[in-house]
């Protein structure tokens, strides 16, 4: 090689590395969807409610509902409302159609709202703002799925869980406060059940009441290797690539499956279920309901100067946790 070839060789290194350098320095988060529930209605150009009784798969007690008794727009907030009365409606919604067909009826009602159709994102920063219902068998959530179910049905194209709470407010044996207050993240992946897995984390106790007495910002991070979860902006969970996997074999080859594909946004007020009324006391608490999700603001974000990844804008904060496994072999 001559010395000018390495020269130019060790000035393209150097180079890229700078350019690399400053592309870093550059990135940032930048908000390209958001929703701060301004109006007097659901904004249909950016959420669809689900219709349906079947129970998430989770033995769920309600049907959700396109109704303004359950989905209320109002006071600068989106209103998920759980109710206790008797409804018929369809027993799945549109995409699950091939389960079956037909009615179910169920004694509780409430709200899903979910951006499918409309918008989904690959990598990014995605948070809301809300305040949370508290009680026994309530269990509110801000999630994600895959738009395309491109290596197969769940749990085969993964699911981001942002924020889960259950019970809050509740007997809790392993809280210190002896209440509980925690939020959880989740990232299920793996084979077709029953062999699907995936790894959770709960969120530091609060110093003080629950997530039902004031708002907080529940996030999730999402990049090309690694997600991450936080709460008020304070780290409490990451997960990297190779922690999550899927057995499709339409991922062969791709490093970062199922986690590599776009995902819409859902927000929803689950009542009772497998979660729910397996945790803290247990059972189910009727006198829980009627009671609300709000929302203030959900926001998505993406890394301006890494939109191909997502990694430069990552919170660069030290973590030395570890994910747990499926919850029903933690101790609680």
């Not at 920063?125 to 509110?140: D, Y």
């Not at 077709?192 to 969120?203: E, S, V």
């Not at 397996?278 to 608490?285: E, L």
Request: net charge negative; charged share 30%.
């Amino acid at each position: 090689m001559s010395l000018a070839a390495a020269a130019f060789g060790l000035f393209s290194i150097l180079y890229g590395v700078e350019e690399a350098r400053a592309a870093s320095d550059d990135a940032q988060w930048e908000v390209v969807w958001q929703d701060d529930f301004d109006g007097t209605e659901l904004d249909r150009s950016k959420w669809q409610p689900e219709i349906s009784c079947w129970g998430g798969g989770n033995n769920e007690r309600q049907c959700y509902t396109d109704r303004q008794r359950n989905i209320r727009v109002e006071d600068g907030a989106l209103h998920l409302i759980a109710k206790r009365e008797r409804f018929t409606g369809p027993t799945y919604p549109d995409e699950l159609a091939y389960l079956g067909e037909g009615e179910t009826t169920r004694r509780y009602t409430s709200g899903k709202v979910r951006t499918k159709g409309l918008a989904s994102w690959k990598y990014g920063r995605f948070s809301a703002r809300m305040k949370l219902p508290e009680g026994q068998g309530t269990w509110p959530a801000f999630w994600m799925m895959p738009e395309s179910s491109v290596y197969g049905q769940w749990p085969l194209s993964g699911e981001i869980d942002i924020m889960e709470a259950v019970n809050l407010g509740t007997p809790c044996e392993e809280c210190e406060a002896g209440i509980e207050t925690r939020t959880s993240g989740a990232l299920h992946f793996g084979d077709r059940a029953p062999d699907n897995t995936y790894l959770f984390l709960k969120a530091d106790e609060m110093a003080e009441g629950t997530p039902a007495d004031d708002w907080h910002v529940y996030t999730v991070e999402w990049a090309e290797d690694r997600i991450q979860w936080l709460v008020d902006g304070e780290l409490f969970m990451r997960i990297d690539a190779d922690e999550w996997h899927t057995a499709s074999e339409e991922a062969r080859g791709r490093s970062f499956a199922p986690f590599d594909q776009p995902f819409y946004l859902m927000l929803n007020y689950a009542v009772g279920g497998n979660l729910a009324e397996k945790s803290n006391d247990g059972g189910f608490d009727r006198k829980s309901f009627p009671s609300r999700l709000l929302i203030d603001w959900v926001r998505v974000e993406e890394c301006r100067g890494d939109r191909e990844s997502g990694k430069a804008c990552l919170t660069d904060t030290e973590w030395n946790g570890k994910p747990q496994g499926p919850w029903e072999t933690q101790a609680r």
